[in-house]
């Protein structure tokens, strides 16, 4: 059936709208924005780009900023379980009216060219941004890379890097400097650099601020963060977001926002290292540098693991990493044409003598971790119907 998209819902237009695609082209979402900019005002835009630790580092700031009185749209993909999770305002998930008003928005103000041009994140970029008009706070978390991502079509006030490591080789590079540079050339003031594994991002950051400012006359600062042992939330969190609570804290003191600790006590973090039941966790994560974060918060514990991967990551060296803590796996069974080839998983657990099996239902005396991507994430939930947020 043919779409009409100046007058679909906005559920009929992401269903039509390009998810996955081999070749980014910027000048869609940017044209799109020169025309939306003229009836929208941005809030003070603080941009998270980096490889691992996007979403938590933005929902533990959002939640801060929004405890503090501040008016803050935190945006952040994909999502778990419903698509509302992607725009987060104020404190909760935005509303389908909301989310309805923004679509009608886009339609109003954008040809009909570019509404069919727009790709499915670039689409939700935008309903992001006109829900952001009129806020305090706009904190805005990269989908991939940072320079020609379309978060970075408006400029932020800082950019804070998480800790960035090798993924999406095919679109950002074989190396780390590659990586680090096309991340962190989104930056227009500040650059935030939290913890690191390789030194090689700080070097980057120096080499990025001289392209800025000779390309673009930007004066770009830098701060890296050095003390992240020095804040600490209670131990229902994984050492991971104590590291990137130390971004938070530097980010909110670049505001000069007083900081009290006991103010995120009762974040919830939803498919980060979450534990939903005394024996089950949940995690969205999907590449190597995941994997060595939970291998370290099970260290000296066995795990069944219920894994599927997408098959343009990794997922020979996550399974050789994750062996360690293996007690047994099962494949949790994906309909995408991204996932991996199940023989090919099969295979890799044959070679490193990982036990695959089968569950009908979650045993109390066993310990599971759920892990691979989103999706498996996702499928776990439904199927089990746990959703313990």
């Known amino acids: 059936m043919e779409l009409n998209i100046k007058t679909s819902s906005l559920e009929e237009i992401l269903s039509h709208k390009t998810m996955y ?63 509302n999770e992607r725009i987060w305002i104020n404190g909760r998930d935005s509303l389908d009216f909301e989310l309805n008003f923004a679509n009608k928005k886009l339609q109003h103000y ?43 079509v408006v400029p932020s006030q800082q950019t804070l890097v998480t800790t960035i490591d090798l993924d999406h080789q095919d679109f950002l590079g074989d190396s780390i400097e590659k990586i680090a540079k096309t991340k962190m050339r989104s930056a227009d003031n500040k650059i ?41 939330l209670n131990k229902k969190f994984p050492e991971f977001i104590n590291r ?15 900081i009290d600790l006991s103010l995120f006590e009762d974040i919830k973090l939803f498919g980060r290292c979450q534990k939903i039941a005394s024996n089950i966790t949940i995690d969205v994560g999907h590449n190597p540098l995941a994997a060595k974060v939970l291998v370290k918060e099970f260290e000296e514990k066995k795990v069944h693991l219920i894994y599927n991967s997408y098959k343009d990551k990794d997922y020979k060296s996550v399974l050789e990493i994750l062996k360690p803590i293996i007690s047994k796996l099962t494949i949790c069974k994906i309909v995408n044409k991204r996932i991996a080839d199940e023989n090919n998983l099969l295979e890799i657990c044959k070679n490193l003598n990982i036990i695959v099996s089968t569950y009908d239902s979650i045993k109390a005396d066993e310990e599971y971790l759920v892990f691979g991507s989103f999706s498996v994430v996702e499928n776990f939930l439904k199927n089990m119907s746990v959703d313990e947020r």
């Open 21 to 83: 695609y081999d070749k980014i082209d910027f000048s869609i979402v940017k044209k799109s924005w020169q025309i939306l900019s003229k009836f929208i005002k941005i809030p003070y835009l603080i941009h998270i780009v980096g490889t691992n630790g996007k979403g938590s580092t933005g929902r533990l700031l959002s939640h801060y900023l929004v405890k503090n009185g501040y008016k803050t749209l935190h945006y952040s993909s994909p999502h778990i379980l419903k698509f």
């Open 110 to 152: 954008l040809t009909t060219p570019l509404l069919e041009k727009l790709t499915y994140f670039e689409y939700t970029t935008l309903l992001s941004l006109v829900l952001s008009d009129g806020l305090d706070f706009l904190v805005f978390e990269a989908g991939l890379g940072g320079e020609f991502d379309a978060t970075n």
């Open 192 to 232: 935030l650099i939290g913890y690191q594994i390789h030194n090689e991002v700080y070097s980057t950051a120096i080499k990025v601020k001289e392209e800025l400012k000779k390309e673009f006359d930007r004066d770009i600062e830098i701060i890296s963060v050095k003390e992240f042992d020095k804040y600490r």
């Open 244 to 258: 990137n609570l130390a971004l938070v804290v530097e980010s909110l003191k670049q505001l000069n926002i007083k």
